[in-house]
């Protein structure tokens, strides 16, 4: 059963930064990445990285994101830089492995301007 825990959202200032964690149990996972969700918005990728390390970020990301994975844990994280209040939403952990994707329960991350 693959079981899949978000941490490190939280509030900060337009400008600060916040590191997500995302630790998933149970396999061994071919790519993980970071979605997020804001109110009344359909939820979109924020940026994936493969098993390989291979990266991928969405275009509002660029240069202040950054997405690593540590695969004896198999744990991803999200390091979050100069955070804007429309980076505000749930965010959400999502692995997948043979073809199958699992998801985290979400964690909130609010930024004030």
């Known amino acids: 059963q693959v079981q899949v825990v978000e941490s490190g959202g939280g509030l900060v200032q337009a400008g600060g930064s916040l590191r997500l964690s995302c630790t998933a149990s149970?396999?061994?996972?071919?790519?993980m990445g970071w979605h997020r969700q804001a109110p009344g918005k359909q939820r979109q990728l924020v940026a994936r990285?493969?098993?390989?390390?291979?990266?991928y970020y969405a275009d509002y990301v660029k240069g202040r994101f950054t997405i690593s994975r540590d695969n004896a844990k198999n744990t991803v994280y999200l390091q979050m830089n100069s955070l804007k209040p429309e980076d505000t939403a749930v965010y959400y952990c999502?692995?997948?492995?043979?073809?199958?994707?699992?998801w985290g329960q979400g964690t909130q991350v609010t930024v004030s301007s």
């Open positions: 999502a692995v997948s492995v043979l073809g199958r994707d699992y």
């Open positions: 149970g396999s061994i996972f071919s790519r």
């Open positions: 990285i493969a098993s390989d390390s291979d990266t």
